[in-house]
């Protein structure tokens, strides 16, 4: 017997990943709940699941964003510029919706003591230098560090240089394109199990005791990152193709959100997110830039986050906020969001920079950084599913506009 013809990998090749991936994430929960200590032991597979996706993903972007740009033909079409529109648009209404909810439901912070030694980007001005030496970084230091800015920069740069090579080093491109995907799909079958280490050792170690205190807090971001990808999101994709948006919101959810909740990385789903594109038919031309680009720029759930701790720190404090101060974080927040992944720590060391626009100061602003760092284990996996799965959506959603309806 061959090991294709082998019984359980047969039934594994016949069940829908996502399908696998419930299996193991009930499973994980059941071991946390049961077996804690035999919990915290399968911890390895998670970790070796997200080090693996985060291995690959650099090397993929790098070859498939390099190799689509060498082989793309004159004539064909592809749809960078309106995606970019909606990554901006929806990273913009993400963050009024989180104004409007932190104006409605207002919440208080009980501000902790000692704030962690971090250092903050100093001023928006900071935020884009950093972006700035992300493009033009060293290709080996970017690969090795997983700089997608630098990354995409030299991966474009040398598609476009390759458009005049001879056509045999344009198809050693696109085999060395089709080995890293064959490896990336495989390293995606391992999800289950990796979802299975990630659920049983968080809920093992954390659970969710420490979170009750940041309830109120927690319910708001994740409030508005759900009203977000359920209403928000439909709505601007419905406003560019025009069709039912649902089918498409929701497949993106189960098979992109779902794992990017559990990995708590955009950059390690853009495997994932580059497979969900391939499988709904997408350009390839567009959907190998656009998702690694999302990756980077397309922080939604980010500038949720910065705005609704901003204004939880600036309710605290009592300090009035006007209409058009309201309208300046939400674009500060956006902006910052946008620049989130070129920071150290993410969205939460950009709270500051917010903050700063009322006149707090830094010491308190870092105290509100702990407090996001301890309701983390929710925000930022609801956060990460929030973006990735956008990524997706406003992707399809610009390849679609211009298909005919069936």
């Known amino acids: 017997m061959t090991p294709a013809q082998h019984p359980l990998l047969h039934l594994l090749n016949r069940t829908s990943l996502v399908l696998q991936i419930a299996i193991g994430l009930v499973a994980g929960i059941a071991l946390a709940l049961f077996l804690p200590e035999a919990a915290a032991r399968v911890s390895l597979l998670g970790t070796v699941f997200v080090s693996a996706l985060k291995a690959v993903a650099p090397v993929l972007v790098f070859v498939l964003v390099a190799a689509s740009i060498a082989n793309h033909q004159h004539g064909q079409q592809t749809h960078i510029k309106p995606i970019l529109m909606l990554y901006l648009i929806g990273t913009f209404s993400a963050a009024l919706i989180a104004v409007a909810a932190s104006y ?9 003591s000692n704030s962690a030694e971090l250092s903050p980007p100093g001023g928006i001005s900071e935020v884009l230098k950093t972006l700035l030496l992300n493009v033009v970084d060293n290709p080996i230091n970017a690969l090795l560090k997983g700089n997608f800015i630098g990354i995409l920069a030299w991966a474009i740069a040398l598609g476009f240089a390759f458009r005049h090579a001879s056509p045999s080093s344009k198809e050693m491109l696109a085999d060395l394109s089709n080995g890293v995907t064959s490896i990336v799909k495989l390293v995606i079958r391992l999800a289950p199990l990796g979802v299975f280490g990630l659920v049983a050792a968080t809920l093992a170690e954390s659970g969710m005791s420490a979170l009750l205190d940041y309830l109120h807090l927690l319910l708001i971001l994740v409030g508005c990152m759900l009203f977000v990808a359920l209403v928000s999101n439909p709505a601007i994709v419905y406003f560019k193709t025009r069709r039912n948006p649902y089918p498409l919101v929701l497949t993106c959810l189960r098979e992109s959100g779902l794992t990017a909740f559990f990995t708590r990385s955009s950059a390690a789903n853009i495997p994932v997110n580059l497979q969900l594109c391939e499988r709904l038919g997408l350009h390839k031309e567009t959907y190998s830039v656009s998702i690694p680009l999302g990756a980077t720029i397309n922080m939604a759930g980010a500038a949720i986050t910065i705005t609704v701790l901003t204004l939880a720190a600036v309710h605290t404090l009592g300090i009035a906020v006007d209409l058009p101060t309201a309208l300046l974080l939400s674009l500060l ?12 720590g993410g969205s939460l060391l950009l709270i500051p920079l917010a903050c700063s626009l009322f006149g707090i100061p830094n010491d308190v602003a870092m105290q509100v950084v702990a407090v996001g760092f301890i309701i983390g284990i929710v925000q930022d996996s609801a956060e990460t599913a929030l973006n990735s799965s956008t990524d997706v959506l406003f992707t399809a959603a610009a390849c679609l506009a211009d298909k005919p309806r069936s």
Do not use: E, N, Y
Request: charged share 0%.
């Open 104 to 112: 409605a439901f207002p919440s208080s912070l009980t501000l902790v």
């Open 333 to 344: 927040a956006s902006i910052s969001a946008c620049g989130a992944s070129g920071v150290a």
